[in-house]
C-alpha cells in the first residue's frame, strides 16, 4: 500500500474530532485563566455547543462521503459504521451535559470545569473507539474514555461513596484493559501487523497453519476484556458499585455513551478480525465465537435481571439492568444476520432515550428527598403526575413493552436470533424479559400504589421538565413508527461494505 | 370496501372519552362518572351498526383496513433482489370475531356502570379502563399479527393497574401475579409471531395462513408442532387451562367488581380467540392430531374446577373456579374439530362472557353492601334483596345451562360436536355439567335463602344504575337462549371454512 504524504489527507471529514478536541482544549484553558467570576455553568454551556457543533459535521460527512474514507492505512477512517455510534455518541453526552447543568448546581461536584471537559475528551475517546481499524488506535481511544471516566465517577470529592467507585472502577478497569491488551498481544502476535482488516487474513492463515487455538485464545481475551466496556458477564461487577457512587448524569454516560462505545470497538474488531478466522468445523465466528458471545449474552441477561430484582437503590438497580441490556445487545451477533447493525443501532437510540429519561427523574426525585432508593418514587404520581407518567414510559420501555421504541428494539432483535435459529438465546431473552418486568414494575409500583411522605407538588426544573417529556415522547413515536429510523438507518449508515452480505439461508 | 374507516373509529373511539376525561378536574367525581358511562356507549352504537351490516354470507374478513406501516428492508436475498419485511396496520373482522366485539362492546358499558361505585382516583380509573377498551376491541379487530400483539399487550399494562391500584386486599400480589404469568404468555406468543412471520414473510392473519398451507413442505414437522404448541401454550394460558390456572384466581379475588367482569368476560375469551383464530386456524393438521389432549385438558378443566367450586368458602373463588370449569368446556368444543363443536366452543365464550360478567357484577351489588363475600356470612338475602337474588338464581341457572338460556345452547352444542368422535370422553365431560348444578346450587341457595341474619335484614335491593346491568345482561342471555341463530348465523361461514381443512387433512 502506498505510504501518502500526511498533508495529502483531506482532514476536513476529522472535524467532529478536532471540534471536540478544540474544545476540549480551550475550556480547560478558560477555565483556568477565566477566574472565579465567570460561572462555570458557561463551561458546560460551550461544551453542548461543541457537541452540537460537531453533530452538524457528522452529518456533513454522512452526506459527502459516499464511501469509507481512510487516513494512515486505516488508523482512522470516517465511515457509516463509526458515523452512525458517533451519532448517539454525541447525543448521550448532549444529554448527559444538559442533566449536569441543573445536576452540578447542587454543589456535590466542586470542579465543575474539569467536569465538562472530561465529558469531552471521553466523547473523543469514544468517537475514535467507533472510527479506527487499527488495533493501537482503538487502544488510544479506550484508554482516552476509561481514564476520563475514572476521573468523572471521582468527581463527588466529599462522597465516601464516590471516592469508593472510582477507586473500584480504577483498579477493575486496568484490569479489563490489561486482559485486553494481552489479546491484542495475541492478534499481533499471530499476524504482525496492527490493522484488522489485514489481521483478518493473516489469522485465517494462523488458524490454517495449527495455530487455530491461540486465534481462539485471543478471542477469548478480547471478547472478555471487552466486556469491561459495554458491562456484560463475566466483567460486570463494577457497574452497581460505580454507578451508585458516581454524579448522576456520569452514570447515565457510562450507561449509555460508554456502553455504546464498547459495542462500537468490541464488534469491529472482533467481526472483522476474526471473521475469516477457520474453526474446528466451517467459521470460527459463526461456530465457536458466537457460542462464546452467545454465552457471555445469556449469563449477562440472567444475572442483570436476577440481580436486579434485588436491589433497593434505583441506581444499583439500573446497573444491573444495563447489565441485562448489554445481554440482550450481544444477541444479534450470534451469529449476525445483515440486518445486525441497524438492530444495534436503533436497540441503543430506543436504549438511549428511555435510560437518559430515567436517570433525570432519578436526579429530579433524588434532590428533592435526598435518596436514591426506591421508597423515594413512592406516591409520585401525586406529587408530579406528568413525571410519573413519563417515567412509567420509559420504565415499559426498558421492559420491552408495546408501545415504545424499547419494545420494537427487542422484537428487531428477537427477529435476527429466530431468524438464525437461534431457539435457546431467544427462550432466555424472553424468560429473562418477563422476570425484569418485576423489577421495573416496582418502581411503577411505588409511583402509583403506595402513599409518598408527602403529597406536595414536586419541584421540577424546567429544563428538566421538558427534556423528560420530549425523550418521553421520542420513546412513544419511535415505538409507533419505528420504520423511520430504521429506514434511515438502512438507507444512511448502512455499513454493507464493512462486513458484506451475511445473510443466511433460510431452512426452518 | 377497501378501506372503510369504520373499524378503526370503532377501536379507538374510546379515546374521545379518555380526551374529555383528561380535562375533568378530577374533584368533580359525578361528571368523570358519566363520560366515563357515556364514554363506552360510543363504541357499544358502533359495534351494533357493524354487526347489523355484517354480512353473513362470506367467511372472509369485512370492512378490511389496510395501511403500510412499518418496512424493514433486509438487504439482497438470495438471488440479489431487494428484501423486506412489510408489517401494515390491518384491521378486519369475520364470524368469530364479529360476535366478540359486540360482546366487548356491551359488557364494556355494563361494566362502566359498574364501576359507579368505585370511590378513589375516579378520573385515573376511567381513563384506564377506556385504554383497556381500546386494547380488547383492538385484539379482536386486528387482521395482523404485530398489530394483535401490540393490543394484547395494551391489555396488560391498565389491567395492572386497574388491578393493583382499586383491587381488594392483596391487590398489588394479584397484580404482579397477573402480569408475570401474562407476560410469560405473551413473550411465548412473540416468539411465535415472529417466528411464522420468518416463515411465511407476512404478518396478516388470512395471508399467512395461505402461505403456510401452500409451504408446507418447506417447514420441518417438529417446527411446526413447536409452532402449534407455542401458540396453544401462549393463549392456555390466557384461557386459562389447567396448571396455568393460579394466577386467574388471585385476579378474580382481588379485582375491582367491574375489572372482574371484564376479566372474566372478555379478557379470557381472547385465549379462546387466539386458540381457534392461530392455533386452530393456522395449524389444522396438528390441531386435529392434538385433538384428544385437548379433549382431556378440556375434561380436567371441567371435573378440577367443578369439584373445588364446590368446597370453596368464597363466593368470588366459587365463581372463579367455575369460570375454569366453564372454559373447559371451549376447549371440549374445540375438540370436536367439526362446525357444532367449534359453535359450540365460540357460543360457550359467548355466553359464559354475559353470565360471568352477570355473576360478578352480583358479587360486586353484595359487597357493596355487605362488606363481604364469604357463604359463611351470608344468607338470607332474598327477603332483604328479592331483585338480587333473582337475578342471581337465574345467572346460576343460565351459568348450569338451563334449557332456553346461552348456557344450555352452547354446552349442548359442544357436547353434540365432540359425541360424535369421542363418545367416552364427551361422557365424561357430560357429567361435569351435574357437579355444577350442584356447586353452583349450594353456593346461590346459601345466599339468597335460608333464615336472614338481623344484620342482613335491612339491605337495600338494586338502585336503577344496578338494575340496568343485571337486565341487559340477563336479557343477552335469554336471547341467545331462546333464538341462537342471532349468533349462531354470524359464526356459521367462518367456522365452516376453518373446518373442513381439518377434516379434509386428518379425516
Known amino acids: ?508 | 370496501m377497501q378501506n372503510s374507516i369504520l373499524l378503526s373509529s370503532l377501536v379507538f373511539s374510546p379515546l374521545l372519552a379518555i380526551l374529555v376525561l383528561a380535562f375533568i378536574p378530577g374533584q368533580k367525581g359525578g361528571a368523570i362518572k358519566r363520560v366515563g358511562v357515556l364514554g363506552t356507549l360510543l363504541p357499544l352504537v358502533l359495534a351494533l351498526v357493524l354487526f347489523g351490516s355484517f354480512d353473513y354470507t362470506t367467511p372472509n374478513p369485512q370492512f378490511v383496513e389496510r395501511h403500510n406501516w412499518i418496512s424493514i428492508p433486509l438487504g439482497e436475498g438470495q438471488s440479489g433482489e431487494a428484501v423486506s419485511f412489510e408489517i401494515n396496520y390491518e384491521l378486519g373482522v369475520d364470524g368469530i370475531s364479529m360476535p366478540l366485539i359486540v360482546l366487548t362492546a356491551l359488557i364494556g358499558t355494563m361494566a362502566a356502570i359498574a364501576s359507579w361505585q368505585v370511590k378513589k382516583r375516579l378520573k385515573e380509573f376511567f381513563i384506564l379502563f377506556h385504554v383497556l377498551l381500546i386494547g380488547m376491541l383492538g385484539v379482536f379487530a386486528s387482521d395482523n399479527l404485530f398489530l394483535f400483539f401490540i393490543f394484547f399487550e395494551m391489555t396488560l399494562v391498565p389491567t395492572y393497574f386497574l388491578i393493583g391500584i382499586w383491587g381488594y386486599g392483596e391487590r398489588e400480589h394479584a397484580a404482579n401475579k397477573f402480569l408475570l404469568y401474562n407476560g410469560i404468555g405473551s413473550g411465548i406468543m412473540l416468539i411465535a409471531f415472529i417466528l411464522l412471520f420468518l416463515v411465511t414473510q407476512t404478518m396478516n392473519m388470512q395471508e399467512l395462513s395461505n402461505n403456510l398451507s401452500s409451504i408446507a413442505e418447506n417447514v420441518k414437522p417438529e417446527i411446526r408442532f413447536g409452532l402449534f404448541l407455542a401458540l396453544f401454550i401462549a393463549f392456555a394460558i390466557k384461557l386459562p387451562v389447567f396448571p396455568f390456572h393460579t394466577w386467574m384466581l388471585k385476579v378474580h379475588v382481588q379485582a375491582p367488581p367491574s375489572i372482574v367482569m371484564i376479566h372474566s368476560g372478555i379478557l379470557l375469551k381472547m385465549g379462546a380467540y387466539g386458540l381457534l383464530r392461530m392455533g386452530i386456524g393456522f395449524f389444522p393438521e396438528e390441531a386435529y392430531r392434538f385433538a384428544t389432549w385437548l379433549a382431556v385438558l378440556g375434561i380436567i378443566n371441567i371435573l378440577y374446577g367443578a369439584v373445588l367450586a364446590f368446597v370453596q368458602k368464597d363466593l368470588k373463588m366459587v365463581l372463579a373456579y367455575s369460570s375454569i370449569s366453564h372454559m373447559g368446556i371451549v376447549l371440549l368444543g374445540f375438540a370436536a374439530m367439526n362446525t357444532i363443536g367449534f359453535q359450540g366452543a365460540m357460543f360457550q365464550a359467548v355466553s359464559h362472557g354475559f353470565i360471568s360478567a352477570l355473576l360478578f357484577f352480583i358479587v360486586g351489588v353484595i359487597w357493596d353492601r355487605t362488606n363481604s363475600s364469604m357463604l359463611g356470612d351470608l344468607g338470607g338475602l332474598a327477603k332483604s334483596m328479592p331483585f338480587v337474588s333473582g337475578i342471581f338464581l337465574a345467572g346460576g341457572m343460565a351459568s348450569l345451562g338451563l334449557p332456553g338460556m346461552s348456557g344450555f345452547i352452547s354446552e349442548f352444542l359442544a357436547f353434540l360436536g365432540l359425541f360424535g368422535n369421542m363418545p367416552v370422553l364427551a361422557a365424561v365431560g357430560a357429567l361435569g355439567i351435574v357437579l355444577t348444578a350442584v356447586y353452583l346450587l349450594r353456593a346461590i341457595l346459601r345466599i339468597t335463602f335460608g333464615p336472614t341474619p338481623e344484620r342482613l335484614s335491612h339491605l337495600a335491593d338494586a338502585q336503577p344504575m344496578e338494575v340496568i346491568p343485571m337486565v341487559v345482561l340477563l336479557g343477552f342471555i335469554i336471547l341467545i337462549g331462546v333464538y341462537p341463530a342471532i349468533l349462531g348465523n354470524a359464526l356459521q361461514q367462518t367456522l365452516k371454512s376453518i373446518v373442513p381443512i381439518v377434516t379434509g387433512i386428518g379425516g
Open chain 1, 1 to 508: 500500500m502506498e505510504v501518502k504524504d500526511i498533508f495529502s489527507y483531506d482532514w476536513g471529514y476529522l472535524l467532529p474530532e478536532f471540534i471536540i478536541l478544540g474544545f476540549a482544549t480551550l475550556l480547560s484553558l478558560l477555565d483556568l485563566f477565566a477566574g472565579k467570576r465567570l460561572g462555570r455553568q458557561v463551561i458546560g454551556l460551550l461544551s453542548l455547543l461543541g457537541v452540537v457543533l460537531a453533530g452538524v459535521f457528522v452529518f456533513v460527512n454522512m452526506s459527502v462521503l459516499d464511501e469509507p474514507y481512510r487516513y494512515m492505512l486505516d488508523t482512522i477512517r470516517i465511515d457509516d459504521y463509526g458515523n452512525a455510534f458517533k451519532l448517539l455518541f454525541l447525543a448521550g453526552t448532549a444529554f448527559a451535559i444538559l442533566l449536569s447543568l441543573s445536576y452540578l448546581e447542587q454543589g456535590e461536584v466542586a470542579h465543575r470545569g474539569e467536569y465538562y471537559y472530561l465529558m469531552l475528551t471521553g466523547l473523543l475517546g469514544a468517537m475514535v473507539m467507533a472510527s479506527s481499524a487499527d488495533l493501537i488506535t482503538l487502544f488510544v481511544g479506550l484508554e482516552l474514555l476509561s481514564l476520563s471516566s475514572y476521573v468523572l465517577v471521582g468527581l463527588r470529592k466529599k462522597s465516601r461513596l464516590s471516592n469508593e467507585s472510582a477507586m473500584k472502577y480504577v483498579i477493575s478497569g486496568s484490569i479489563a484493559t490489561a486482559v485486553t491488551l494481552f489479546g491484542m498481544s495475541y492478534v499481533y502476535g499471530l499476524s504482525g501487523t496492527t490493522n484488522i482488516y489485514e489481521v483478518s487474513g493473516r489469522l485465517q492463515e494462523a488458524g490454517m497453519m495449527g495455530y487455530q487455538f491461540i486465534v481462539y485464545a485471543a478471542f477469548a481475551f478480547l471478547a472478555v476484556g471487552l466486556a469491561f466496556k459495554i458491562s456484560a458477564v463475566p466483567n460486570h461487577m463494577w457497574a452497581p458499585d460505580v454507578y451508585q457512587g458516581a454524579p448522576t448524569p456520569v452514570a447515565a454516560f457510562l450507561a449509555v455513551v460508554s456502553k455504546a462505545a464498547g459495542f462500537a470497538l468490541a464488534f469491529r474488531l472482533l467481526l472483522i478480525a476474526f471473521f475469516q478466522a477457520p474453526g474446528l468445523t466451517g467459521s470460527f465466528f459463526f461456530a465457536e465465537g458466537a457460542l462464546l458471545l452467545g454465552l457471555m449474552a445469556a449469563a449477562s441477561m440472567i444475572i442483570g435481571n436476577t440481580m436486579a430484582l434485588r436491589q433497593t437503590n434505583v441506581k444499583r438497580m439500573m446497573a444491573y439492568s444495563g447489565i441485562a441490556h448489554a445481554g440482550y445487545l450481544l444477541v444479534p451477533f450470534v451469529p449476525p444476520t445483515t440486518l445486525f447493525f441497524s438492530e444495534v443501532i436503533f436497540y441503543l437510540f430506543g436504549y438511549l432515550l428511555a435510560t437518559f429519561g430515567v436517570f433525570a427523574v432519578l436526579m429530579v426525585i433524588a434532590r428533592e428527598m435526598k435518596t436514591e432508593e426506591l421508597k423515594g418514587f413512592a406516591g409520585l404520581y401525586h406529587r408530579a403526575p406528568w413525571l410519573a407518567i413519563a417515567m412509567t414510559v420509559f420504565l415499559l420501555s426498558l421492559a420491552g413493552i408495546p408501545v415504545s421504541a424499547g419494545f420494537f428494539g427487542k422484537f428487531y432483535i428477537f427477529m435476527g436470533a429466530l431468524a438464525q435459529a437461534n431457539y435457546w438465546l431467544s427462550a432466555i431473552m424472553i424468560a429473562t424479559s418477563v422476570v425484569s418486568y418485576y423489577y421495573y414494575f416496582g418502581i411503577i409500583r411505588q409511583m402509583y400504589m403506595r402513599p409518598g411522605q408527602s403529597e406536595a407538588p414536586l419541584e421540577v426544573p424546567k429544563g428538566i421538565w421538558v427534556f423528560v417529556m420530549l425523550l418521553a415522547a421520542a420513546t412513544v413515536f419511535f415505538g409507533l413508527f419505528p420504520g423511520l429510523a430504521t429506514e434511515y438507518i438502512q438507507a444512511h449508515l448502512n455499513p454493507a461494505f464493512d462486513f458484506g452480505n451475511m445473510l443466511p439461508g433460510r431452512s426452518f
